[in-house]
Each structure stands twice: as structure tokens, then as C-alpha cells.
């Protein structure tokens, strides 16, 4: 796909506009939610509305996130760099493919280091149920289940009602929440719920 094209469509999962790399905290968070989730491409030079204006130090540029990459992202991050030229202006592409070590964290301002996923255009803070669908799914072990009383409980009431949040589950079964949990992460790994995110909630979905 050309660039043109590309910044046409819009920033979205895969593709985030920046004028410049002013922080290495914010591009990092970016970087992880790409590397988490199934890759991503970031376009330097380009503001938020698509207008290109280029990069007036592709050198610093690539310094800024090659930093970020290696010491704001754990485990450490490899960007793919390339130079594009459009209209005499260079933007910097990188890409970020979807990683094999997941999850990924990213070293915030606060000085803590949080996993987050790419939600349409914005990178989200992942949950504990994510970071450990993340984290287990990478092992590629499976997972066996074994459907006690708790399982079917659940799975009758998402035939009724269709979704569920961990809060809810919780209720329903008079169990804490580390549990609910556990039970969560072990059926959306072995596909028997969809795990939907968004900024505001998390529900789960049989699928």
C-alpha cells in the first residue's frame, strides 16, 4: 500500500501519525501495543490530521526510538526503519512486527512498567486477564479444561445474556476476583470465550 493511501485511511490499529518523538515514554507505550497485539507501523512526519510535514532530523528521530525500543520497552523491542519521500519531505516509517515474547511492558512516566494493547487508535492499558492471555499464549503449552460446576454456570449465562464482565462473573458465582480470573484467562485460551477490550470496560463473550 503507498503512503498516500495509507495516511488517507487513517490512524487505526496498525498505523499511529507523529509530527516528531518528544517522549520516550509515550512512543514506547505505542511500540508495546503494537508488539502485543499483531504488529504496527508508526509514520514520523505526519500530524494527526494526515497533513505530511516531514522530519526535520530523521537522525534524532531514529536515536528517540531506537532509546525507547531498548530501554523503555522490556523485553527490548528491534524497529524496522525506513526512509520515504514524498513532495522533497522524508517520512520516517517504522515498524513494530507482533512479537513472540509477549507481553511486552513499557516504563511509564511513573517509573512502573505496564503491558498495553492496541484498541482501534489508541494504546490501552492491558488487564490482568489480558497480561495473562498474553503471557500464556506465547508458551503455545494448550490448555486443558476441565468444566466444573463454575464453567457451566457461566456458560449458561452467556447463552441468556450474551456477555459478561469479571465484576459480574464474580457475583454470579460468590468467588473472588483472582479466581474468576484464573477461570477467564484458562477459557479464552482455550477459545471457548472471546476477551473483548475497549477504553471504558472489559466483557467477555462465548465464541
Known amino acids: ?13 496498525k498505523l499511529d501519525f ?10 514506547a507505550k505505542t511500540m508495546v501495543s503494537y508488539a502485543n497485539n499483531i504488529g504496527g507501523r508508526l509514520l514520523i512526519g505526519v500530524l494527526d490530521d494526515g497533513t505530511i510535514k516531514g522530519v526535520k532530523d530523521e537522525t534524532e528521530e531514529r536515536y528517540m526510538i531506537t532509546k525507547a525500543a531498548h530501554f523503555y520497552c522490556r523485553p527490548a523491542l528491534d524497529p524496522i526503519f525506513e ?17 513472540r515474547e509477549k507481553p511486552h511492558y513499557a516504563l511509564a512516566e511513573d517509573g512502573k512498567w505496564w503491558v498495553y494493547i492496541r484498541i482501534k487508535d489508541k494504546s490501552v492499558l492491558a488487564s490482568k486477564v489480558v497480561v495473562d492471555v498474553l503471557r500464556r499464549g506465547a508458551d503455545e503449552k494448550g490448555v486443558l479444561i476441565e468444566y466444573s460446576s463454575k464453567e457451566k454456570a457461566l456458560l449458561e449465562h452467556l447463552d441468556q445474556k450474551e456477555r459478561i464482565t469479571v465484576k459480574e462473573f464474580c457475583t454470579l458465582l460468590n468467588i473472588g476476583r483472582r479466581r474468576a480470573q484464573r477461570i477467564l484467562v484458562d477459557l479464552v485460551l482455550s477459545g471457548v470465550l472471546a476477551v473483548h477490550t475497549t477504553e471504558k470496560e472489559e466483557f467477555y463473550t462465548a465464541m
Open 1 to 13: 500500500m503507498n503512503l498516500k493511501r495509507q495516511i488517507l485511511e487513517g490512524e487505526g490499529v
Open 83 to 99: 526512509e520515504v519521500y514524498y513532495d522533497d519531505k522524508i517520512i520516517l516509517m517504522v515498524d513494530i512486527p507482533e512479537s
Open 18 to 27: 507523529k509530527k516528531t518523538i518528544t517522549s520516550c515514554e509515550k512512543i
